[in-house]
């Protein structure tokens, strides 16, 4: 028989509890190497500011949003969504669900646990919770985004401000609704341009330097999708009053997905879940 490397490591019952602690933290940083290691090759570097223009005839549908408000969008398979932060103020909370079944929808924790990795930038995918692909970053100048923290809601909004604003939990609420959903059908979300990340103590800091008026995210579905975009302050911006401006949604034509693609080929876990994904289309 083979080795199973992917077993729990032997404990002994005399160790103590900090030394399974320990015995468990060397698995898990064992496991971590070798997923990241067998990474065929480096993500793509940072699209450029300014860089990938769209044809004007792949473009499909153009909106600005301005802040505080939400926009929801049908994405079909071999689309993508272009989402531009025009102002450098602007943080996007999104949520989405799979159109031809609405109990299958985006997963922050699986996206992170696949790739080993809360970072988003080109080259990374964001994940459902069954395992498949539900959009890939395929242009991407920031790198800055959130996976972890979430949007903000009623009570950091009014903790924030001193009193009730327009929050992205209520955005999310209202726009499910109009898709016959509800509260328990609202999964946690992305943040694209909130430079989150973590400082020595583990706790959540806010990097506003990297924040740039321009800057965008293209995301292409591999799934016919159902998506919602809140524009609201995120829960950490210290900026007061609130940060924002309006931002520019364009959703385009990309075409499908080819077999080299850099995001298909980041890693094996993603290359299978392309083809999970694939077989619903075959």
């Not at 726009?175 to 016959?180: D, E, F, I, R, S």
């Given at each position: 028989?083979?080795?199973?490397?992917?077993?729990?490591?032997?404990?002994?019952?005399?160790?103590?509890?900090?030394?399974?602690?320990?015995?468990?933290?060397?698995?898990?940083?064992?496991?971590?190497?070798?997923?990241?290691?067998?990474?065929?090759?480096?993500?793509?570097?940072?699209?450029?500011?300014?860089?990938?223009?769209?044809?004007?005839?792949?473009?499909?549908?153009?909106?600005?949003?301005?802040?505080?408000?939400?926009?929801?969008?049908?994405?079909?398979?071999?689309?993508?969504v272009?989402?531009?932060?025009?102002?450098?103020?602007?943080?996007?909370?999104?949520?989405?669900?799979?159109?031809?079944?609405?109990?299958?929808?985006?997963?922050?924790?699986d996206?992170?646990?696949?790739?080993?990795?809360?970072?988003?930038?080109?080259?990374?995918?964001?994940?459902?919770?069954?395992?498949?692909?539900?959009?890939?970053?395929?242009?991407?100048?920031?790198?800055?985004h959130?996976?972890?923290?979430?949007?903000?809601?009623?009570?950091?909004?009014?903790?924030?401000?001193?009193?009730?604003?327009?929050?992205?939990?209520?955005?999310?609420l209202a726009?499910?609704?109009?898709?016959?959903l509800?509260?328990?059908?609202?999964?946690?979300?992305?943040?694209?341009?909130?430079?989150v990340?973590?400082?020595?103590?583990?706790?959540?800091?806010?990097?506003?330097?990297?924040?740039?008026?321009?800057?965008?995210?293209?995301?292409?579905?591999?799934?016919?999708?159902?998506?919602?975009?809140?524009?609201?302050?995120?829960?950490l911006?210290?900026?007061?009053?609130?940060?924002?401006?309006?931002?520019?949604?364009?959703?385009?034509?990309?075409?499908?997905?080819?077999?080299?693609?850099?995001?298909?080929?980041?890693?094996?876990?993603?290359?299978?879940?392309?083809?999970?994904?694939?077989?619903l289309?075959?």
């Open positions: 028989m083979g080795v199973n490397t992917n077993a729990c490591p032997v404990l002994d019952w005399g160790m103590t509890k900090s030394e399974i602690a320990d015995a468990n933290r060397r698995r898990y940083e064992e496991m971590r190497a070798a997923g990241q290691g067998a990474t065929p090759k480096v993500l793509p570097p940072a699209t450029a500011l300014g860089g990938a223009p769209i044809a004007p005839e792949a473009v499909l549908s153009r909106e600005s949003v301005p802040f505080g408000w939400y926009h929801s969008l049908r994405l079909r398979r071999g689309e993508a272009r989402i531009a932060d025009e102002s450098g103020r602007s943080s996007v909370s999104l949520i989405g669900w799979c159109e031809r079944d609405t109990s299958e929808r985006i997963n922050c924790a996206t992170a646990k696949v790739q080993w990795s809360a970072a988003l930038s080109k080259g990374r995918v964001i994940l459902t919770d069954m395992g498949r692909i539900f959009l890939s970053l395929i242009e991407d100048t920031s790198g800055a959130d996976l972890l923290m979430g949007g903000s809601t009623p009570s950091s909004a009014l903790a924030a401000y001193g009193e009730a604003t327009r929050n992205t939990q209520d955005n999310f726009a499910a609704a109009k898709l016959g509800g509260l328990r059908d609202i999964p946690p979300c992305v943040t694209f341009f909130a430079p990340s973590l400082d020595a103590g583990g706790r959540f800091v806010w990097n506003g330097s990297r924040k740039r008026a321009g800057d965008f995210v293209d995301l292409r579905a591999e799934e016919d999708l159902l998506l919602v975009l809140s524009n609201c302050a995120h829960p911006d210290p900026a007061r009053p609130a940060a924002g401006g309006p931002i520019t949604v364009t959703r385009h034509r990309v075409g499908a997905t080819p077999a080299d693609d850099f995001c298909r080929t980041a890693s094996p876990e993603i290359t299978r879940a392309f083809e999970v994904t694939e077989q289309h075959a």
